[in-house]
């Protein structure tokens, strides 16, 4: 909507009643035009409001072709008509001269030819009428009600940090059908499609659910090269797995960091297992009447589905006369809660980093409530092991039988 009438004429013409137009008037007679569900109604409106009258008087010197002129009027809430100029007229509806001129040849045409059909579309040329705070918040606040697939394995992607995933099999078009659909209930101005694209790009959503979210066995049934029992199969332990972890978790809202140095320890099975020994060492010796140990870890095979893993925890075992019990996700699903520290730690990673110990600070300081994680920043003499009790976990040994990535819950 433009700026109201500011023409000396108009506040000396008897004809003209401007200056009776108040700011909410102006407004409410924008939002009722702009909240018409078609072109066609909009244009039956504004040539209902137009009336054509003819030149009493000439000013001009010898002939003239102009024989005809338009009075505007403005329909108030009440149903009253105030006569205003033509500038008010376009800048109250945020409509062009060329536009208003264009559909008034449309009703002299129209007219001519017996009232024919015609359709209308949008005008190709002139202002287009600006997004309201109210309609803009609708949309937002639609957008976020939206369901959402967290993305798991891609913080270290700039790109997706902030995204926000639908899920797979919407479209763009979809939505906005559906959002024209509430927003008529709503009684709110329904927004184009490119400006629904507009807003839903820069509040960071897409439809792109990332590859690695993404199970091999179930893209492979969706491209329909899997066979149905095989899938259904690879659901259904899937399932399992996640209601076995379910059942097994405690409530404990503890998260244990540990941080080393490049050259304090690299990213060996030896390391990894270490780092579990260690950890689980000290919560059994804080509580000794701990007699069943129950692990869940991801598929990932050097730092989990290993002999050396298997001997500490084996060690474990019998130094603490616990039995320890390590159970594994199906591959391709293996979201666990510690995918939300990480989460949580890359968000607080908003500037540079320059030492190791910038780092243990983040960590420290990435979560308040309930608690901070706890943080243990550790050396190569962590890294300690004794005792080597199986050389292999493999179920099988023949060609063909089970592998170490075979093992489930």
């Known amino acids: 909507m ?18 009776l137009l108040t700011e909410e008037d102006r407004r409410e007679i924008f939002e009722r035009f702009w909240t018409m569900e078609s072109w066609e109604a909009r244009r039956a409106y504004i040539t209902a409001l137009i009336n054509k009258v003819n030149i009493k008087q000439k000013k001009t010197e010898g002939q003239s072709r102009r024989a005809s002129s338009f009075s505007y009027t403005l329909k108030l809430q009440d149903g009253s008509a105030v006569q205003v100029c033509k500038p008010l007229f376009c800048s109250t509806l945020a409509l062009s001269t060329k536009t208003i001129v264009l559909w008034m040849e449309d009703k002299k045409t129209n007219d001519g030819n017996n009232n024919q059909e015609k359709s209308v579309k949008a005008p190709k040329t002139g202002k287009q009428a600006p997004v309201s705070e109210t309609d803009m918040n609708f949309l937002k606040g639609w957008l976020g009600s939206l369901p ?10 700039p790109t997706y940090q902030d995204k926000k995933f639908l899920f797979e099999g919407t479209s763009i078009a979809q939505l906005h059908r559906d959002y024209k659909k509430d927003a008529e209930a709503a ?10 694209d507009e807003v839903f790009k820069g509040e960071g959503y897409s439809i792109f659910k990332p590859r690695k979210d993404r199970c091999d066995t179930c893209i492979s049934a969706k491209q329909g090269n899997s ?17 076995e972890k379910v059942k097994d978790k405690t409530n404990t809202k503890e998260g244990h960091c540990y941080p080393w140095a490049e050259h304090q320890g690299d990213l060996s099975s030896e390391v990894f297992a270490s780092l579990q020994y260690q950890h689980f060492d000290r919560f059994l010796a804080d509580n000794p009447n701990s007699k069943v140990l129950i692990i869940w870890s991801d598929g990932c ?71 901070p994680y706890r943080v243990h920043q550790v050396t190569h003499e962590f890294f300690k092991l004794s005792g080597s009790y199986v050389s292999s976990i493999r179920p099988g040994k023949k060609t063909g039988d089970a592998t170490v990535h075979n093992l489930r819950a």
């Open 227 to 243: 066979n149905d029992p095989e899938y259904q199969a690879h659901v259904k332990a899937k399932d399992e797995a996640q209601a």
């Open 187 to 196: 009684s709110v101005r329904q927004l184009s499609i490119c400006k629904f």
């Open 2 to 19: 433009g700026p109201p009438c500011q023409s000396k004429f108009c506040e000396k013409s008897k004809f003209r009643e401007c200056q």
């Open 148 to 157: 959402m697939v967290p993305s798991h394995y891609c913080h270290n992607i």
């Open 301 to 371: 095979g050097y730092q989990n589905r290993c002999a050396v893993v298997s001997n500490a925890y084996l060690n474990l075992a019998m130094k603490h006369n616990v039995t320890v019990i390590q159970k594994f996700l199906v591959a391709g699903h293996t979201q666990m809660e510690c995918d939300s520290m990480h989460s949580c730690i890359q968000r607080k990673i908003v500037g540079d980093i320059y030492t190791p110990r910038d780092y243990v600070v983040i960590m420290q300081t990435a979560r308040i409530h309930p608690f």
